[in-house]
């Protein structure tokens, strides 16, 4: 007899089905508000500025800006805090004792360690002129102890220790310009404008006159070592130390080094200041010894041998970042920093200039 077989109720019964329902709501036309607005419409917009000038433009209505920002924001500070304003309210140039000196109404200016006076040679009055610009400018005696502030009379102070330097009796006399000279002779060694890029390719950029940019590289390295080793070091040959076949940069031929580290050994307290900071700003040494040896009114100065100011601040800076503004050109250059860097350069190199020329008659 068979046994029936029970089915569990809850397989038995069949499952319920659960609906669920849909809704849609009532389409509805949308308000539109009244226009209430007077006036005319307002101008389309422009497309980003992609001329040079309207960039400077912008970024010098900025900087006006920025100023106006920062004079208010120095006179709430300054009734704040207490901070005096400058004590002086007139910066001159005057000539004591056979130098220039610039006067803050009537105390000399000093350096900032030494409590000296400092004293600019009669032969550079575009120095103490620029200097007395450098102290009229600042707006508080606070601003006289940031260095970024003050870069001429940095520069100043360095050819000052200089001199004090030369002339001391101590066992480190020359000190100084010993550490100076080691310090500048390393960057002839990766100097800026004797580093080559590579033979141009079939897909390498070129520029107008159909040069790559080793061939422009190699233009302004050739020109500037001609004039160097016809005018200040003849006899020797500096030779390109990365001409794009190597990654390991090379050294100059024997007896080269000595040659220029006599040269820099023999250069004036405000020669060598000027070298030193020519050589830190461009990163190359030829640069900086063909903008020494251009506008110095010192012996090492070869004006009277090719005209004064054909290696300008503009040469000089453009010799030194080829690369760059090259680079620059084809890809696009980054806003405030290639732009503000180059400024930079062309800033100290103008220092350089002020600091090492004069009318050729020195007196101290």
């Known amino acids: 007899m068979k046994v029936p077989t029970r089915i569990p109720r809850q397989l038995a019964l069949p499952r319920p089905q659960f609906v669920r329902p849909f809704h849609q709501s009532i389409a509805r036309t949308a308000n539109v508000a009244p226009i209430v607005g007077t006036g005319p419409p307002p101008d389309p917009p422009t497309p980003a500025a992609r001329n040079a000038q309207e960039r400077l433009d912008r970024r010098k209505k900025h900087a006006e800006l920025l100023k106006t920002a920062k004079e208010v924001r ?61 102290w009229d400018i600042l707006t508080s005696a606070q601003q006289a102890t940031k260095q970024h502030l003050i870069p001429l009379t940095s520069l100043i102070c360095r050819a000052l220790d200089i001199l004090d330097d030369d002339a001391s ?26 580093c080559w890029a590579p033979p141009a390719g079939p897909h390498d950029r070129r520029n107008d006159a159909e040069e790559s940019l080793r061939d422009v590289q190699k233009k302004a390295a050739e020109e500037t070592v001609s004039y160097l080793t016809t005018n200040v070091w003849p006899g020797i040959t500096i030779e390109p130390v990365l001409d794009g076949h190597s990654i390991m940069p090379r050294k100059q031929s024997e007896g080269v080094r000595e040659v220029i580290q006599g040269w820099v050994m023999g250069l004036d307290a405000w ?17 900086a010894a063909r903008v020494v040896a251009e506008w110095s009114e010192g012996s090492v100065g070869t ?62």
């Open 271 to 287: 020669e060598i200041a000027g070298l030193e900071r020519a050589v830190l700003a461009g990163k190359s040494f030829v640069a």
């Open 74 to 134: 120095s006179a709430q500070d300054g009734k704040s805090s207490g901070v005096a304003r400058r004590f002086w309210k007139e910066v001159t140039v005057r000539e004591v004792d056979g130098a220039l000196q610039v006067h803050l109404d009537a105390r000399p200016l000093r350096h900032p360690n030494t409590k000296a006076i400092i004293r600019v040679p009669l032969s550079k009055p575009n120095l103490a002129s620029a200097l007395a610009l450098e």
């Open 169 to 194: 009796n101590s066992p480190e006399a020359t000190k100084i310009r010993t550490t100076i000279t080691h310090t500048v002779l390393r960057y002839l060694d990766t100097d800026s404008l004797l």
């Open 303 to 364: 004006g009277h041998a090719v005209p004064v100011g054909r290696f300008s601040v503009e040469h000089a800076s453009k010799a030194t970042s080829l690369e760059v503004d090259w680079q620059a050109e084809q890809w696009g250059e980054v806003e405030d920093t290639h732009d503000v860097n180059q400024e930079d350069v062309r800033r100290q190199l103008g220092s350089v200039i002020l600091l090492v020329s004069g009318t050729g008659k020195q007196h101290y």
